[in-house]
Each structure stands twice: as C-alpha cells, then as structure tokens.
C-alpha cells in the first residue's frame, strides 16, 4: 500500500463513492486527478476542472480525449476562486480536490496563491454535500510554498466541527520538505 500523499487523497476521494455525482478538480495541471474524477463519476456524473494555464488545461484536455471521457468533464481556464461564479447554480459537488504548487515540466513561478486557493477552498466547501470530501495536498519546498501551506492549514484548524471532520497527514520518514495531506469531511 503507498503511503504518498496523492495515493492518501484518491483513496479517501474513492471511499466518497462518486457514480453519478459532480465533483471539481481545482488544479487541473497535468489532468491525472481529473482524469480519475471522471472515471469515477462514470458516464453519468461530471467533472469541472480548472486550471489558470493554458498548457495545462490543453494537457488535460488531451488526457481525457485519449481516455474518451472528455464529454463529461468541462474545463475552465481560470482561477478556482472565481468556481462560485463559474460552477452552474446548484451544483453540488461529491468532492474536490486541490494539489497546490505549481505544474510539473511547467513554470516553476506560477503556483497557487494563497488568497485564491482559501477562496475556491471555501467556495467548494459551500458546495459539498453531506459527507462528500475535499482534499488538499500541499507543498512547503517551493518560494512561497511554506506560507501558502500555513494559511491553508490555519483555515483547515478553524473549521467549526459541526461543519467537518478535518484531518491532516504527512509521511514521517519521507525526504523532507514532505507534501501533507489535508482531508475534509462534510457533516
Ligand atoms: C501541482 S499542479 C496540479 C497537478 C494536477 N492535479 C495533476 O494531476 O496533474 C498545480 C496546478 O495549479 C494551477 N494553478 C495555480 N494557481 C491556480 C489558480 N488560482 N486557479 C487554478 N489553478 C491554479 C497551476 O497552473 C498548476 O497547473
């Protein structure tokens, strides 16, 4: 079984059971997680991605063309924090997830932001049924990354518990700076 954190977050999106349901990938990137999201939601459900870059949401877009899913998946070149707007009215979402930092093989300076990544955090919050989970994973090894993952994490510690279960990960022996995970569940 992998302890890495990308695993953790699948695993825990997984357990949600999303057959038929909506859920939103925040950091499209590359499209791997949209990609699971959308065989997870099967041909029935769907999928909204957003990214800010253009090379993502073109690698994205191709993934899920080559995987043949890409009519149930819609994508949006544009910051996560704009979803509330974005997002049709009354979209409930089964999860979401957020991998922070910036794009593998991309440019290194463009990364999430904290005020951005709190906002569309949120926002997917607001949107999440009863039970359904958000995951975040974070990265504190990049400019910038470190002050983005203590504001995330501080948003995460203030979550009222009669709203969600928040739980947090980190592997102890991995190479530091480790990625954490954070996962939360709606009451
Ligand atoms: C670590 S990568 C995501 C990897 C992706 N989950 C995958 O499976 O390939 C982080 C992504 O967040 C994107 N990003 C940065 N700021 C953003 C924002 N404000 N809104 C949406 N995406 C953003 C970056 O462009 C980058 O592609």
Same mark, same amino acid.
């Given at each position: 079984m992998s302890l890495h954190v990308l695993d953790l977050a699948?695993?825990?999106?997984?357990?949600?059971?999303?057959?038929?349901?909506?859920?939103?990938?925040?950091?499209?990137?590359?499209?791997?997680?949209?990609?699971?999201? $959308?065989?997870?939601?099967?041909?029935?459900?769907? *999928?909204?991605? @957003?990214?800010?870059?253009?090379?993502?949401?073109?690698?994205?877009?191709?993934?899920?063309?080559?995987?043949?899913?890409?009519?149930?998946?819609?994508?949006?070149?544009?910051?996560?924090?704009?979803?509330?707007?974005?997002?049709?009215?009354?979209?409930?979402?089964?999860? $979401?997830? @957020?991998n922070l930092g910036y794009?593998p093989h991309?440019?290194k300076?463009?990364?999430?932001?904290?005020?951005?990544?709190?906002?569309?955090?949120?926002?997917?919050?607001?949107?999440?049924?009863?039970?359904? *989970?958000?995951?975040?994973v974070l990265y504190s090894g990049h400019p910038?990354g470190q002050?983005?993952s203590?504001?995330?994490?501080?948003?995460?510690?203030?979550?009222?518990?009669?709203?969600?279960?928040?739980?947090w990960y980190q592997r102890w022996n991995a190479r530091t700076p480790a990625p954490s995970l954070?996962?939360?569940?709606?009451?």
């Open positions: 699948r695993g825990f999106v997984r357990g949600a059971g999303l057959l038929g349901s909506v859920a939103l990938d925040g950091t499209a990137g590359n499209g791997h997680d949209t990609l699971f999201l $959308a065989r997870l939601v099967g041909s029935g459900g769907h *999928v909204y991605g @957003f990214d800010i870059q253009g090379q993502a949401i073109g690698a994205t877009s191709g993934r899920l063309e080559e995987a043949g899913v890409s009519e149930r998946v819609t994508l949006f070149q544009e910051d996560h924090a704009r979803l509330r707007e974005l997002l049709p009215l009354g979209t409930t979402l089964r999860a $979401a997830m @957020f794009l991309g440019d300076g463009i990364i999430t932001s904290t005020t951005s990544t709190v906002a569309a955090l949120e926002g997917a919050l607001e949107r999440l049924e009863s039970s359904g *989970v958000v995951t975040v910038g002050e983005e203590n504001a995330v994490l501080e948003w995460a510690r203030a979550l009222a518990r009669e709203v969600a279960e928040v739980g954070i996962v939360i569940s709606k009451r």
